[in-house]
């Protein structure tokens, strides 16, 4: 019996592998072409957290976030939610939008649910920002 047909077929086992495990490693509500905005949480290892934009490139050593969002106490904030964030970019030293964070210090990556507490926040800092310009 002739190997040849098997050989044929190798190039087309190797996609659909390929296909498969590409397939089970990626969260097909991540891709960008999928719908409404997503928010992302990067928790760090000193406990800090940051919300915003995720820009992830698997090969690179770091992981980036645009219009970023970090906790802050609550009770200081005038929504009546019960989680307070401040806006990165009013600090002293005024850093420009977007952030770079090292991968060896996140301890973890999260999508953030709109209607969750901090979805809200983030959502009604932005329209108290639009308000006051």
Same mark, same amino acid.
């Given at each position: 019996m002739s190997r040849a047909?098997?050989? +044929?077929?190798?190039?087309?086992?190797? $996609?659909?592998?390929?296909a498969v495990v590409v397939g089970a490693t990626?969260?097909?509500?991540?891709?960008?072409?999928? +719908?409404?905005? %997503?928010?992302?949480?990067?928790?760090?290892l000193d406990g800090q957290a940051y919300f915003g934009h995720l820009e992830d490139v698997p090969w690179s050593d770091s992981v980036g976030l645009t219009d970023?969002?970090?906790?802050?106490?609550?009770? %200081? $904030? $005038? $929504?009546?939610?019960?989680? +307070?964030?401040? %806006?990165? +970019?009013?600090e002293l030293h005024e850093p420009a939008d977007g952030m770079r964070i090292r991968r060896d210090k996140v301890l973890a990556i999260e999508r953030v649910s709109l209607d969750s507490p901090v979805g809200r926040a983030i959502a009604a800092q932005r329209a108290i920002d639009r308000l006051a310009k």
């Open positions: 047909p098997l050989w +044929g077929l190798w190039p087309w086992l190797a $996609t659909v592998l390929l990626v969260d097909p509500a991540a891709l960008p072409f999928s +719908g409404s905005e %997503k928010i992302y949480a990067v928790f760090l970023v969002f970090y906790l802050d106490d609550a009770r %200081k $904030t $005038t $929504t009546d939610l019960p989680v +307070g964030l401040l %806006k990165r +970019g009013n």
